[in-house]
């Protein structure tokens, strides 16, 4: 089954400075990568996602890069800005069912 | 086009009592998955359904917790004699993903927090 390590568990930064987050994961028939970002008492909430045919993939300030050989995707936040402060996790799924398999999170801190 | 929504919102149980959690998944989606958050950590998945099939149980406690989906109406989490450490974030994910697709984009309602005293 799959296992996703996400990394660092916190992260502080100054605004407009750059954010990356890293996650590795194990079941090499993957094919989609999502990143959610969930703050405090709400829903997580889809913010980039990644299919396994494409190394990299923008939204504006945010964009996401896919290592398939090392197994590892990224998301990199620039210009970062104090309302992106949150939790942001990473998934992959297993299985033919599409269940989300979540790493344990990073809390992203942004001090204006 | 209303998104994933779940209800209670909050629900408050002494222990040993029943817990009932409803989630409705976006118009068009016939996937709906359960995932568990305790208090400050990540998602666990629970339960993956379809209309009227439990396609993946597999991360359901064995006692107590059960799930359906009916043909008609939400879908339901349901748990028997809650206890302490049942408390936690409930979130429901629906889906548009067809039978084989490896499209897996999931769609969060804004959960129930389940307390049990």
């Known amino acids: 089954g799959e296992n996703v390590e996400q990394h660092p568990s916190t992260l502080s930064v100054q605004e407009g400075d750059s954010a990356v987050i890293k996650c590795t994961y194990s079941?090499?028939?993957?094919?989609?990568f999502p990143w959610y970002k969930q703050e405090l008492g709400k829903r997580p909430q889809l913010i980039i996602d990644?299919?396994?045919?494409?190394g990299e993939k923008k939204d504006q300030r945010i964009a996401v890069t896919l290592n398939k050989t090392a197994k590892h995707f990224s998301l990199h936040i620039t210009e970062t800005q104090p309302e992106d402060s949150a939790v942001y996790f990473c998934?992959?799924?297993?299985?033919?069912?599409?269940?989300?398999?979540f790493g344990q999170g990073t809390t992203l801190q942004v001090k204006p | 086009n209303a998104g994933v929504m779940q209800n209670p919102r909050h629900l408050v149980r002494r222990r040993g009592q029943e817990a009932r959690l409803r989630c409705s998944p976006m118009k068009g989606h016939s996937h709906v998955y359960w995932y568990r958050q305790l208090p400050e950590e990540g998602l666990k998945f629970m339960v993956y359904l379809q209309k009227e099939n439990i396609i993946d149980e597999s991360g359901m406690p064995k006692e107590r917790f059960s799930a359906e989906f009916p043909k008609e109406g939400p879908s339901i989490l349901r748990i028997q004699q809650v206890v302490r450490g049942d408390s936690a974030a409930y979130f429901c994910?629906?889906?548009?993903?067809?039978?084989?697709?490896?499209?897996?984009?999931?769609?969060f309602g804004p959960g129930t927090r389940l307390t049990v005293l």
């Open positions: 990644i299919r396994s045919n494409v």
């Open positions: 998934a992959a799924p297993t299985g033919n069912t599409g269940k989300l398999i």
């Open positions: 994910a629906s889906s548009p993903r067809t039978s084989g697709s490896s499209y897996n984009e999931q769609f």
């Open positions: 079941d090499s028939a993957s094919n989609y």
